[in-house]
Structure formats: structure tokens, C-alpha cells
């Protein structure tokens, strides 16, 4: 985007009062129970009075018009106005290509399965992922201009329905995640995608291939990895993701675990 300002003349009050009328919107965004900004997802009653996620936990009425609150009525408006720190005040076509590159957008908490509402800036995302939902992160190691790590996913005595890590190279972060499902084929399958702690711009820098095999047969996706900006159920969707049919995983299981072999490449050192 141009750092250029367009010199345009406006009609109307006066630069103070613009301004004194922008510090008055943002009041909007504040809880009227703590008293906070609120986050996405950003809750209302069915009057259109907005309070913030955890606030509404503890709530059975409206706070303002005492009206019975309904579960995750969402004002899907303000939260795609709602700023988190970004100060750019920016016309509407410009703000949509804007949006797409802001550092200070929202993420919704990645974790499969869980029908977690939590979301936040980027810095805050890993960090929930292992306070909230215990997962654990692996350091990929460097070797001849990659960086590799072993995920073992255990599949003896054990249901599996999702499994996640995280790992780190360097100063990013990528989530990894097995699940089994069966309802779009009839019989079950895992799926294992490679996401990308960051935009889906910055995600294009990297190459990722994951590799699972036994002594009779190797399977191997490989892929730019996708941003965690996009839902699992799409990729899966669309098949961005390593295939395995289950009785496949349980014949290359090596002493009840199927292990996952991860090489990340970062472009930008080649």
C-alpha cells in the first residue's frame, strides 16, 4: 500500500471535533459490565447492547435492558471494526486491503474440536494454546538448510480424535494437527495439516513437507503451509492436508505410535 496521503478537502466540523467525535466511538467498545474494550467474539443481547465473552458467562440478563440473554448472539459489525490496537484511519477500500496485511488483527483460538470462542492478537495465540489447552511445543532442528522434527502420535489403547503440537523455528511457530474423521467418507481417515502461526502472506515464505512411512510404503504431503487464519474443516475440505486411511496409519505404526516426520524450509535462506 502507498505511504502517499491524497490531498482531499473536507466539508464539514472541524478537525477538533472530528477528533473529540472519534474518542466518543470508541467508547462503544467498552463492557458495560468491567468496563474493558471488548474482544471477538463480540457478544450481544438482542437489542443490540454489546459485553464482553467473559463477562456474559456470568450473566443471565442484560446489564443494560435487563432482557434475557441468549447464547453467542455475536455482533459481527463491530467486530469487524473493532481495531485491537491498529491507529491506521482508513477509507473503506482501502481498509479491506488493509485488514488482510494488519499485524494487529484477530485469531481465533486453532484448536480442533474444542468450541473455544477465545481470540486475540498473534502474540497472545501460542501462548493460550498451551496455558488453555495444554499443548505441547517441539524445537525443529537445522540440518543441510532445513529444520526437522518428529511428531509421534500414539495409536495403541488410544482414541485418537485430534492431536495437536506446535513447533518452533527460530522466532515462527507452525501448529500441527492429526485428526481422525469419518464423516466425509464413510469410514475414518487421518488427517495431518501444517499451519502457519502468522499471515497467510508471511505463511508463502516456507516450505513444508510431513512424511510418515514404514519399510513398504512412504506418504508424504508437501506444501507452503496455510495461515491458522483458515478453518481445519476447510482444508481438510479441500484436501490441503496428508491423507491416511486408518487401517494404512495402524500397518506403519512403529511400537503403537505413527510417527510424523516435519522438514520446514525457509525460503528466504535459500
Known sequence: MSSKKKSVHLEGPSKAKRKAKAVDLSELYKCPVCFEY????IQQCTNGHIVCFTCKLSLE???ICRVKLLDNVRNLLMEKNKSNGCGLKLKVPERTEHEAL???QMYRCPFPGANCWWSGILDKVLPHLQEEHEVESVEAKKHAGNYNCAIKVPTE???LTHFVKTVTVEDH???VSI????EMVGRPRIYATVQFFGLAGDAKKFWCRLTTKSKQRVLTFKSAPRSIQEDLKDLIAKQECLIIELDIANSIAE???????LSITDKSQK
Open 61 to 63: 440478563i442484560c446489564p
Open 173 to 175: 511457530a507452525f501448529f
Open 38 to 41: 471488548v474482544l471477538t467474539p
Open 255 to 261: 511400537e503403537g505410535n505413527l510417527v510424523f516426520n
Open 179 to 182: 485428526s481422525k474423521r469419518d
Open 157 to 159: 489403547g488410544c482414541t
Open 102 to 104: 494488519c499485524p494487529f
